[in-house]
T-cell receptor, first 112, second 110 residues
Framework: DGGITQSPKYLFRKEGQNVTLSCEQNLNHDAMYWYRQDPGQGLRLIYYSQIVNDFQKGDIAEGYSVSREKKESFPLTVTSAQKNPTAFYLC???????????FGSGTRLTVV | QKEVEQNSGPLSVPEGAIASLNCTYSDRGSQSFFWYRQYSGKSPELIMSIYSNGDKEDGRFTAQLNKASQYVSLLIRDSQPSDSATYLCAVSGYGQNFVFGPGTRLSVLP
């Protein structure tokens, strides 16, 4: 079955540590997105990519980095520069900007 | 700054009633409108999309769009306790990313 796989489901980060969240899709979608969701709040766009080897900053890109070396994969690195990374991270993909998103199951990141 | 607004709720309705969820948006150039359902601790799930003025029905769900008033709504008929979730409104235009509203929490009381 086609879909988006995010891993891990839960992730714990120590102070000063970089961590990478995985996002893989087999839907053949060109566009991929990373969102952050804080408790009781909406989705905020971190980074997006419309095509392989190209990506753009979203509204809250500071402290995050991404790569898009393959169509299927769009990993997100949360760097030590992100001072408040505890949140629910959602990866999504879309066949086009006028189509709905398909979301992965999310990664819950906690700073310990 | 493009904005999408929703009442945060909670909106409480008795089982079997109609739940009405509302969303307003600021960008008149918006072309695509979506409703997502998000259960607690889970990722959003697309339940309805609408692109032109009027009503669109899918089972117990009806989406309504009024571009002149910049207003989109979701009606849930015969509400069930399993409909209890947060409903996110998302709006997009050509060449633009989605803008999500903060969501409305719906509680269907047995």
């Amino acid at each position: 079955d086609g879909g988006i796989t995010q891993s891990p489901k839960y992730l714990f980060r120590k102070e000063g540590q970089n961590v990478t969240l995985s996002c893989e899709q087999n839907l053949n979608h060109d566009a991929m997105y990373w969102y952050r969701q804080d408790p009781g709040q909406g989705l905020r766009l971190i980074y997006y990519s419309q095509i392989v080897n190209d990506f753009q900053k979203g509204d809250i890109a500071e402290g995050y980095s991404v790569s898009r070396e393959k169509k299927e994969s769009f990993p997100l690195t949360v760097t030590s520069a992100q001072k408040n990374p505890t949140a629910f991270y959602l990866c999504a993909s879309s066949i086009g900007q006028l189509n709905g998103y398909t979301f992965g199951s999310g990664t819950r990141l906690t700073v310990v | 700054q493009k904005e999408v607004e929703q009442n945060s709720g909670p909106l409480s309705v008795p089982e079997g009633a109609i739940a009405s969820l509302n969303c307003t948006y600021s960008d008149r150039g918006s072309q695509s409108f979506f409703w997502y359902r998000q259960y607690s601790g889970k990722s959003p799930e697309l339940i309805m999309s609408i692109y032109s003025n009027g009503d669109k029905e899918d089972g117990r769900f009806t989406a309504q769009l009024n571009k002149a008033s910049q207003y989109v709504s979701l009606l849930i008929r015969d509400s069930q306790p399993s409909d209890s979730a947060t409903y996110l409104c998302a709006v997009s235009g050509y060449g633009q990313n989605f803008v999500f509203g903060p969501g409305t929490r719906l509680s269907v009381l047995p």
